[in-house]
């Protein structure tokens, strides 16, 4: 493409309009043009440009003097990045409910479309069980036309997405600040608060580190353990990166079996040896605190789309159901079990402590539940159920003795549908000797959503703390 000189800098905009968006893509698209361009003009335009069009953010394009050079144009999806530049202004939230197996269908396969970008904050799972889909502005009315003719029920759940993610955006983060649970809070600010414990306790914690994500980040964790040898918790958060109340409600726990001088708490904490991996997908929560407040995935590049979902890549009926092998999807499976590195390593080290291991909790977000297994109909059901679901519901009464959050106790495929490839069927699957093996909806039920207020960071912690003392005296009887 020529370019004249002299046009060049007053029909910059009529240029740009002129590039064509070849598909979507979960981050960028390379496009390359070749420009003639005067040194007089490209003087005036050694600083980075910057142009917003039709939702999509061409970043920084770099002139230098030269009269012909090729320049890159990234383009990002319709979903920015969280900044100053890229908001999420009267982006809405819709919750959908489908009420035949037509509309379920329907909806799966809207789930599946990567040309229209919704963002699907609930898995699409049974009929009867509610659907929440993140809107952008342009695509509105679009959507709201297809609930129409497809006849969906439906309500408009969150308004002006950006509206809650004002309020719930972190303070500035320095490795020297305080964790007090106030806030939401970066990797680094995590990591260098489990060296303080380390630190203030070092004849109880032992750091432990069991690999590197994709991007060389640690994966970190922490061994509590207060005497001899006993039954070991494993309690993993963070595996979806958007799911910030996750990694904040296990630091939470972890502090307080630390440091809580509540009988009930001491007597629970002391009777088992613990680990605690806050944050299972580092580099999908770098990037929700830098880029993309809603990413969920890994961050391993897919040919043109980035990530896996961590939680459909486990070694144990991954790609039966609910999972997805298109790459450019949230529920993308990965190439094949365990292509994630961050699910490899936790799967090897989990593997070191099968023989004790007695209780596996994953924590997520949200909807408020505690779910049994599996995530897969058909299967044999877990031994002594019976036994499982009724330590569930008595987890779920202390859970609501605080505040009265009500948490609903039933199986995966039960109340979310089926989903396959994930880190409590492996556990359970694999060593089938762990007795007890639960995967935790942290809140809300939908009406903050991801974007739950930080000041419900330590009620949330709280009535979960309370849910386990109940949880594990009822181990014990």
Same mark, same amino acid.
């Given at each position: 493409?020529?370019?004249?000189?002299?046009? @060049? #800098?007053?029909?910059?905009?009529? =240029?740009?309009?002129?590039?064509?968006?070849?598909?979507?893509?979960?981050?960028?698209?390379?496009?390359?043009?070749? !420009?003639?361009?005067?040194?007089? #003009?490209?003087?005036? @335009?050694?600083?980075?440009?910057?142009?917003?069009?039709?939702?999509?953010?061409?970043?920084?394009?770099?002139?230098?003097?030269?009269?012909?050079?090729?320049?890159?144009?990234?383009?990002?999806?319709?979903?920015?990045?969280?900044?100053?530049?890229?908001?999420?202004?009267?982006?809405?939230?819709?919750?959908?409910?489908?009420?035949? $197996?037509?509309?379920?269908?329907?909806?799966?396969? !809207?789930?599946?479309?990567? +040309?229209?970008?919704?963002? =699907?904050?609930?898995?699409?799972?049974?009929?009867?069980?509610?659907?929440?889909?993140?809107?952008? /502005?342009?695509?509105?009315?679009?959507?709201?036309?297809?609930?129409?003719?497809?006849?969906?029920?439906?309500? !408009?759940?969150?308004?002006?997405?950006?509206?809650?993610?004002?309020?719930?955006?972190?303070?500035? *983060?320095?490795? &020297?600040?305080?964790?007090?649970?106030?806030?939401?809070?970066?990797?680094?600010?995590?990591?260098?608060?489990?060296?303080?414990?380390?630190?203030?306790?070092?004849?109880?914690?032992?750091?432990?580190?069991?690999?590197?994500?994709?991007?060389?980040?640690?994966?970190?964790?922490?061994?509590?353990?207060?005497? &001899?040898?006993?039954?070991?918790?494993?309690?993993?958060?963070?595996?979806? &990166?958007?799911?910030?109340?996750? /990694?904040?409600?296990?630091?939470?726990?972890?502090?307080?079996?630390? $440091?809580?001088?509540?009988?009930?708490?001491?007597?629970?904490?002391?009777?088992?040896?613990?680990?605690?991996?806050?944050? #299972?997908?580092?580099?999908?929560?770098?990037?929700?605190?830098?880029?993309?407040?809603?990413?969920?995935?890994?961050?391993?590049?897919?040919?043109?789309?980035?990530?896996?979902?961590?939680?459909?890549?486990?070694?144990?009926?991954?790609?039966?159901?609910?999972?997805?092998?298109?790459?450019?999807?949230?529920?993308?499976?990965?190439?094949?079990?365990?292509?994630?590195?961050?699910?490899?390593? !936790?799967?090897?080290?989990?593997?070191?402590?099968?023989?004790?291991?007695?209780?596996?909790?994953?924590?997520?977000?949200? %909807?408020?539940?505690?779910?049994?297994?599996?995530?897969?109909?058909? @299967?044999?059901?877990?031994?002594? @159920?019976?036994?499982?679901?009724? +330590?569930?519901?008595? &987890?779920?009464?202390?859970?609501? =003795?605080?505040?009265?959050?009500?948490?609903?106790?039933?199986?995966?495929?039960?109340?979310?549908?089926?989903?396959?490839?994930? %880190?409590? *069927?492996?556990?359970?699957?694999?060593?089938?000797?762990?007795?007890?093996?639960?995967? +935790?909806?942290?809140?809300?039920?939908?009406?903050?959503?991801?974007?739950?207020?930080?000041?419900?960071?330590?009620? %949330?912690?709280?009535?979960?703390? *309370?849910?386990?003392?109940?949880?594990?005296?009822?181990?014990?009887?």
């Amino acid at each position: 493409m020529h370019i004249e000189s002299g046009s @060049l #800098c007053t029909k910059w905009s009529k =240029f740009i309009q002129k590039l064509k968006y070849l598909g979507k893509t979960e981050q960028y698209r390379l496009l390359i043009y070749t !420009l003639d361009i005067n040194h007089t #003009c490209t003087s005036n @335009l050694d600083h980075p440009v910057h142009y917003k069009h039709n939702h999509f953010n061409l970043l920084q394009v770099s002139f230098s003097k030269m009269s012909s050079f090729l320049f890159f144009v990234f383009i990002t999806t319709v979903f920015p990045a969280n900044t100053a530049s890229n908001r999420f202004d009267n982006f809405t939230v819709y919750r959908v409910v489908p009420r035949t $197996s037509k509309q379920l269908e329907i909806l799966r396969r !809207l789930q599946e479309n990567t +040309i229209d970008n919704y963002n =699907f904050w609930t898995d699409v799972g049974a009929v009867g069980h509610p659907v929440d889909i993140m809107v952008p /502005p342009n695509l509105k009315s679009k959507f709201l036309n297809f609930l129409s003719t497809q006849r969906f029920e439906y309500k !408009l759940w969150i308004n002006n997405v950006q509206r809650l993610l004002d309020a719930e955006k972190p303070q500035a *983060d320095n490795r &020297a600040r305080a964790v007090d649970w106030s806030d939401y809070y970066n990797l680094e600010t995590i990591y260098h608060w489990m060296d303080k414990l380390n630190e203030e306790y070092p004849a109880t914690v032992t750091p432990i580190v069991i690999g590197y994500s994709y991007e060389k980040r640690e994966i970190r964790g922490i061994k509590v353990s207060f005497g &001899a040898t006993k039954k070991t918790v494993f309690i993993e958060g963070g595996m979806h &990166a958007r799911e910030w109340i996750s /990694p904040a409600v296990v630091t939470y726990i972890l502090n307080e079996i630390l $440091s809580s001088n509540d009988g009930e708490v001491r007597e629970m904490a002391e009777s088992r040896d613990w680990y605690f991996f806050p944050v #299972c997908n580092p580099d999908g929560y770098v990037y929700t605190h830098s880029k993309n407040r809603f990413w969920r995935k890994t961050r391993k590049p897919y040919g043109r789309c980035y990530g896996a979902d961590p939680n459909r890549n486990w070694n144990f009926l991954w790609m039966q159901g609910g999972a997805s092998n298109d790459s450019c999807t949230e529920t993308f499976a990965g190439s094949s079990p365990f292509s994630e590195i961050e699910v490899k390593n !936790l799967a090897e080290f989990i593997g070191t402590i099968a023989n004790t291991l007695e209780t596996y909790l994953s924590f997520h977000s949200y %909807s408020q539940l505690i779910l049994t297994l599996y995530g897969r109909k058909g @299967l044999a059901l877990p031994k002594k @159920l019976d036994q499982q679901l009724r +330590i569930a519901r008595a &987890a779920a009464d202390g859970i609501s =003795f605080r505040y009265g959050t009500i948490f609903r106790v039933g199986s995966i495929v039960g109340l979310m549908g089926v989903i396959s490839g994930t %880190s409590v *069927d492996y556990v359970k699957g694999t060593y089938k000797k762990v007795p007890y093996v639960y995967a +935790i909806e942290l809140r809300d039920q939908g009406r903050c959503g991801f974007v739950l207020p930080k000041q419900q960071i330590i009620p %949330s912690g709280r009535e979960m703390l *309370d849910g386990l003392v109940r949880m594990f005296r009822e181990i014990g009887k």
